[in-house]
Structures are given as structure tokens and as C-alpha cells.
């Protein structure tokens, strides 16, 4: 099933799989609709050797939220899987969380493509990434 206006087939956040490693690197979503998605990560746990947040857990967290908006979009008997993936790194995080909301900018029938902001707790963007996923049937 693809996405169409007014949709609202999205399970609760509870109940979204987000697998391994999102699950060890502490994400959790706090919103699905098919408009937007957004998910949290500590930056504890997930520092570089100079204690800013590793560049490679905002992609992770980009892939995660992205990825999983475009399965949900997708509907039952589907999969997203990442083709690709670019970040970019506007500043660092120490503390605190993150927050990553991501918007579809193309939801299609096999390829969907997002936007991805990722901002510290002070509401400061520390990323921007788009993802591009590939659906297939599972």
C-alpha cells in the first residue's frame, strides 16, 4: 500500500520496530504520522573520542527514522531499504539528546526519498540528511 492523503494506518510508537542497533544507541520515536516522523537519541553513549556526538550516530539515526517512515509509508508486506544516505554536519552535541524529524519529500511505489533535521535540546540544527530507500515486497 502507498501512502495517500489522509491516511492514517501508522501503529502507535510503542509498537514500531527499530532493531538492534537503534535499540543499543538508545533511539526512540515519539511521533509517527505519514507526515512526519520523530525519533530521540542521547548523546551520552554515542560521543567521538573528543566527547562531541559521532557523526556516524547521526547517520544512524537519520537511516533509522528515515527508513522506518518509508516502511510505514510503504504498508504491510513491504520493506524500505537505504540506497542512500548524506549528512551533513552544521555542529557538534556533547549533552543532552537529540531530536530527528523527518518529512517525506517523494513517497512512491518503489522509491521514497526524506528529509531529515536533526537538532540538539536547545533547538539548534546539528544535521540535515536525506535518505533515499528502495521498497520492496518482504
Avoid: K, W
Wanted: hydrophobic share 40%; proline share 6%.
Amino acid at each position: 500500500m502507498v501512502y495517500s492523503p489522509g491516511m492514517t494506518l501508522f501503529p502507535p510508537v510503542e509498537d514500531i520496530p527499530i532493531g538492534e542497533l537503534a535499540t543499543t544507541m538508545g533511539i526512540s520515536f515519539t511521533e509517527a504520522t505519514p507526515d512526519r516522523v520523530v525519533a530521540t537519541m542521547p548523546v551520552e553513549g554515542n560521543r567521538q573520542p573528543f566527547g562531541l556526538l559521532h557523526g556516524g550516530a547521526n547517520a544512524v539515526l537519520a537511516e533509522t527514522v528515515g527508513s522506518v517512515h518509508a516502511s510505514l509509508l510503504a504498508g504491510e508486506d513491504h520493506i524500505a531499504v537505504g540506497v542512500e544516505l548524506n549528512c551533513t554536519h552544521h555542529r557538534s552535541a556533547t549533552d543532552g539528546i537529540v531530536t530527528a524529524v523527518c518529512v517525506p519529500l517523494h513517497a512512491g511505489r518503489h522509491v521514497s526519498t526524506f528529509h531529515i533535521t536533526i537538532s540538539d535540546s536547545a533547538n539548534r540544527n546539528t544535521c540535515t540528511a536525506r535518505l533515499t530507500c528502495f521498497i520492496r515486497s518482504e
